[in-house]
Every structure is written in structure tokens, then in C-alpha cells.
């Protein structure tokens, strides 16, 4: 099994993967070990445009990015190990249950929010005080460690 990127998704799913002995786990990553920079949530922002993002950008437009440079967005994406989660801030975000509806009624059968979260809840151990009561959306169990910093 080859699991490529080693962000907080892909390092989730090589190590359930590597417990299964029958497998041989590949996990690839196209940066470098983090730095004590990327291990600080405060440094986040200096690490943008580095050798360690991608540098990726979205296209130009009139309506959103305005008063940026060519109102062209940058797109940190972090190529080291931790992925993107070393250049925001650690920053937890699952996504918008509409998009994950959408895309179900596109045809993405599996897709739906609410087929999604039970995959949500088995990789997350949420120690925040109050999200963890509500153990519809939220678990403790999983192996990726999301606590509030504030």
C-alpha cells in the first residue's frame, strides 16, 4: 500500500493501514522533516512562500482577492511532513456539510456529510472541553489529537 503526502489525513491512513499485518505501507512525502518554525502554530505565516509550500495560487477575479497582487489569491499548501496542518496555524477544519451533499447528489455516491462523518469521528480525538459532549459530531478515540489553543 503507497500513501502519498504526510499531512493529517495521509499519516492517519498509513498508520490504520500499517496495523494491518498482511500490508506493507509506503508513506511518501515530497518535503522534509518539520522544523521547530513549523512545529509553532505563531510562525505559520512566515512560512508561506517557502520552499516548504507548494506556492500554489487561484485563479484571478473580480470578485474575490481584491487587494491582492494581480487579485490573485495565494494557496498555502505545505509540502513537509504534516502537510498543510505545519503552515496554518494547525488549523482543524473538516469542510462544509453542503459541499459534501453536493457532491453526493452529483453522483459521488459515499460523498454525503452524513456518510463522511463517521470517518470524521473514527480518525478524530477531539480534546476541546465542550465538542467532545457532542458525540454526534465529535469523538475521542482517533488517532488525530485536535485541541483548541485559546
Keep these: 500500500m503507497v500513501t ?15 496495523e494491518n499485518s498482511d500490508f506493507q505501507v509506503l508513506l511518501l512525502e515530497a518535503g522534509g522533516d518539520e522544523t521547530r518554525f513549523t512545529d509553532t502554530p505563531a510562525f505559520s505565516l512566515s512560512l508561506i ?20 497582487r494581480g487579485k490573485t489569491c495565494i494557496y498555502p499548501r505545505g509540502k ?3 502537510g498543510s496542518s505545519a503552515m ?5 477544519v473538516r469542510g462544509n456539510k453542503r459541499d459534501y451533499d453536493e457532491w453526493a ?5 459515499g460523498w454525503s456529510f452524513e456518510d463522511v462523518l ?13 465538542f467532545p459532549k457532542d458525540k454526534r459530531f465529535h469523538s475521542t478515540n482517533g488517532e488525530l489529537t485536535v485541541f483548541r489553543y485559546i
Design 118 to 130: 463517521p470517518y470524521f469521528k473514527k480518525s478524530e480525538d477531539n480534546r476541546n472541553l465542550t
Design 49 to 68: 512562500g517557502t520552499e516548504i509550500d507548494w506556492n500554489y495560487t487561484v485563479d484571478s477575479s473580480s470578485k474575490y482577492c481584491l487587494g491582492a
Design 88 to 92: 496554518n496555524g494547525m488549523t482543524y
Design 105 to 109: 447528489e452529483m453522483g459521488n455516491y
Design 80 to 82: 513537509i511532513l504534516g
Design 4 to 18: 502519498v503526502g504526510a499531512g493529517s489525513a495521509g499519516a492517519v491512513v498509513a498508520n490504520r493501514l500499517s
